[in-house]
């Protein structure tokens, strides 16, 4: 079996039993977001206690990488600090993916809910610790994602 084969029967395995699959009431950062091109979405739930990623959710409908995508980005982040989250790059979402050099249409799939995540802590950010500079620049990061 090839490596591709490999993180092919991966993503399909978190598209069918997605881990972290759900959603947290009063979410510390929630955000909703969908593919218009598609009709795909994905809604993200994340709890910040001490600083770190105390819990983390998500719901969603979609093809196999935006879903299992999802899925593996909660657990990259649970318990990890805030600031691991903020600097998350899309680089990175994409080797934990196994699929470094996707093409352009379904690198929006691969990044939906990172794109998701990171606009929930934009709001974050400016709206609840009103960090206005970190919020600018996490405003930009998600304008050049796709
Ligand atoms: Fe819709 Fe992948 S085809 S997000």
Redesign the pocket.
Known sequence: MSSTDIYREIILDYYRNPRNYGIIENADIFKHDS?PL?G?DIEIYVNIKDNKVSDVKFVGK??A??QASASMLTELIVGKDFEFVKKLSKETVLENLGLPDLGPA?I??AL?SLKALKYGLYTYLSDNLRDVESADKMKEEVQSLF
């Open positions: 593919n598609c795909d979609g093809c990488i935006s379904r929006k799939c939906l």
